[in-house]
Nanobody, 116 residues
Framework: QVTLVESGGGLVQPGNSLRLSCAASTSIFRFYIMGWYRQAPGKERELVASLNSGGRTNYADSVQGRFTISRDNAQNTVYLQMNNMKPEDTAVYYC??????????WGQGTQVTVSS
């Protein structure tokens, strides 16, 4: 059974930074793509950033230039560095991993609130 555990969420003021972590219970080489999604109240879950096994990244237009996704293979962890945060970034952030075997896994989510 694969588990993903997110951490690093919290309350941050506009313009400040936060880093989320997603620790996998297995080698992340098992996944061909990992990503961060978010869901704000009353809205659908949306892709924020993804990173495939080849190192290619993809970002939502709303976070391009402010957020960076990265990974530490030795720690089996994927990160989301969020800079210059805005109130509209407030949401529950979820980690997702898609295995080469086509299985998809989700973390439990971590709340991020951007407010002064």
């Amino acid at each position: 059974q694969v588990t993903l555990v997110e951490s690093g969420g919290g309350l941050v003021q506009p313009g400040n930074s936060l880093r989320l972590s997603c620790a996998a219970s297995t080698s992340i080489f098992r996944f061909y793509i990992m990503g961060w999604y978010r869901q704000a109240p009353g809205k659908e879950r949306e892709l924020v950033a993804s990173l495939n096994s080849g190192g290619r990244t993809n970002y939502a237009d709303s976070v391009q230039g402010r957020f960076t996704i990265s990974r530490d293979n030795a720690q089996n962890t994927v990160y989301l560095q969020m800079n210059n945060m805005k109130p509209e970034d407030t949401a529950v952030y979820y980690c997702n991993a898609q295995a080469w075997s086509k299985e998809s896994y989700w973390g439990q989510g971590t709340q991020v609130t951007v407010s002064s």
